[in-house]
């Protein structure tokens, strides 16, 4: 592993160690912690500053040092876990990850002046006799002596014995070789020459000498067992008490080494392999360290290719089937079984790409936390399900949209806690964000109990931008969705936070990149609730493949509401425009035939499709010809980007289908209609 | 294997000075014969070590009995041999040696 590789691994750590410590001062504030709970922060901030230390990332160590400081003060008890206390912690730790963030990203670290001094403050307990000099380098020296010999017991060496057997005398498999490549590792060794039995029965076939090696943290345990790797059953290795985490693939790992005892030594007063000095309750720990090690880190490139390839074989398979079809009578059951066996390797590669929604949930209390301070109003933001699990890199993309509704959310949606009691509700503002998987796809919603979107000030401000016509007639759905309009804001005044009218364009654009959707169902004075919509993963998606002249289509199944046939009793000519009469309802027809210049038959299919810019539409296409599973191929990595066309496909007959845009085709589609 | 002391005997044997070469590779082989010149010696036996150049874990447990047990006494041990020693935990068998 070169330095680069050591570092990303580092910022991995470290996001990890946020998270936990996030976690663990949310809980304190919760009012749910203990004393396991400031020691698990404590070991979390800890670990962040070791690596930095080890790494040489100055600023970061330095932080990390003064906030590990703050956090002893209730790890001694000196100090309660006070709001106020924790709040500072919170905030402590969101500069922490704003200097991890700045040292992996090489910026210039963040202004941590103020929060410094806010800590120092904390450390000295405003007395004056330590104020001033807590930044003194020698009495930061002294504190992390302190500190370092407060250390838990994970961060500390571990033991392990050894134990050779006489198969290793036997088998030439030197057992002071060993010890030596040992002590090449940093091990302290000791030895146990109980079992050696007198002189004069002396027998140089039986290993009667156990040893302790005591090796330092830093040492993996996949490195001892590399070690052993080659010594097979002649010698009995044991780990005793914590052992560290390793991350080497489990692949590599040894086989395991054999755990019965060896044969008891002639007249040893003491059996070193039948009695391991190491304490009963420590060989719990011990034999639970494999399962610790049975996650592995894989480069995400891998995954992508072994990615690529289930879709290649998707393809071949439909392929296939295309060709069997109708040639070979006894193929049906076959081709049943290879189709099931493609989704479920598909579903098990998924799954290796998954990651819970956690790694981006757990981010948004401190959005939470900053608005609220900002805005003054007092917030509780409740998380459930966030270990549900999505594809890597959707969970990456949700980061920017959520963190712009929740800041809308709390500017906007939620009142000042004296327009909350005016209310008749709690001063404190509560926020809901929930995620849950139903019916293949994934949804998450964003609930606040505010205001909700007062619709007549929301209408007045798209009229007065430009964005509709002040005659246009509107539903509520409609009037709601403009808050997603580019340039659209109700901020009075252009803050930190919002009244640019850039967010929630960006929430929009976002979830539909991601081949989602985004709806919103808000009530005057009780709410709003935001929920986004999307596909398990952006390589494979259900859909139908329709005929549209001699061009075949494929329509993503997300969108879609329901199909019918054209017939004249269900069309409309209004003006120029053909409308669907659904159910006393009247939605425009967008023709995709008269789009691609191929014109449609007149008894053609209706697909009826959500949109989140026009409301509801009926694409008209000839026939629906299958709908099944295709892979996503992206136009803009072999191409460039088309209007109107979300990517290609290969059916399964070879031949290249696009797929269509559905948002992008109905809207342009009505822009058109609307400028003749 | 065989090396001489210009005032010793032949390796494995005890000779007047209660001294006993130890030969250049303290392994298997060489051990029982070893075991048995050392007991034959009787207490206080020196052990002389400069010659060793390996040793193996049947040879420590050789020199572990022989200090416990007939009292015997490393000298003039190899680098390689107080290496061996320290590096395996039993550099206390050194203690007493004679360079």
Known sequence: MNMEELQQVFFLECEEAMVQAEAGLLALEAGAGDAETINAVFRAVHSVKGGAGAFGFGGLQAFAHRFESALALLREGSRQAEPETVRLLLVACDMLADHVGAVRDTRGPPDDAELMARLDRLVSGDGPQVSGEATAPGEAALDLDALLAALPPAASDWHVTIAPLDQALANGNEPVLLIRELARLGATITCDTSGVPPLAVFDATHARLCWHATLPASVPRAAVEEVFEFCGDTVRLSFDGAVPDDIAPAASTPPPLPVSPPPAPVQAPAQPADAPPAPPQAAEPARAAPVQNRAIRVDLQKLERLFDTVGEIVIAQSMLAQHLRGHASGAGECLGMLDALTRELQDNVMAIRAQPVAAVFSRMPRVVREVAEVTGKAVNIDISGDATELDKLVVERLAEPLTHLIRNAVDHGLEDPAARQAAGKPPTGRLQLAAGHRNGRIYITLADDGRGIDRTRVRAKAIEAGLVSADAVLTDEEIDHLIFAPGFSTAAQVSNISGRGVGMDVVRQTVKELGGRITIQSQPGLGSVFTITLPLTLAIADAMVVQVGAETLVVPLLPIVETLRATPAVLRLMGKRQMLNLRDSFIPVVDLGELHGTGTSDDGVLIVVETETAGRAALRVDAILDSRQVVIKSLEHHYRAVPSVAGATILGDGQVAVIVDVEAVVAQSLAWAKAA | ?99
Do not use: K, Y
């Open chain 2, 1 to 99: 294997m065989t090396g001489q002391n210009s005032d010793q005997s032949i390796i494995g044997q005890a000779i007047m000075t209660h001294s006993i070469i130890l030969p250049r590779a303290l392994c298997r082989p060489e051990l029982p014969a070893l075991a048995a010149a050392i007991q034959h010696a009787g207490s206080g036996v020196a052990l002389d070590g400069q010659a060793v150049e390996r040793i193996g874990q049947a040879g420590l447990q050789l020199l572990v009995a022989a200090c416990r047990d007939a009292d015997a006494c490393l000298v003039q041990p190899s680098a390689a041999l107080r290496e061996t020693l320290e590096l395996c935990g039993l550099g206390h068998l050194l203690m007493g040696t004679r360079p």
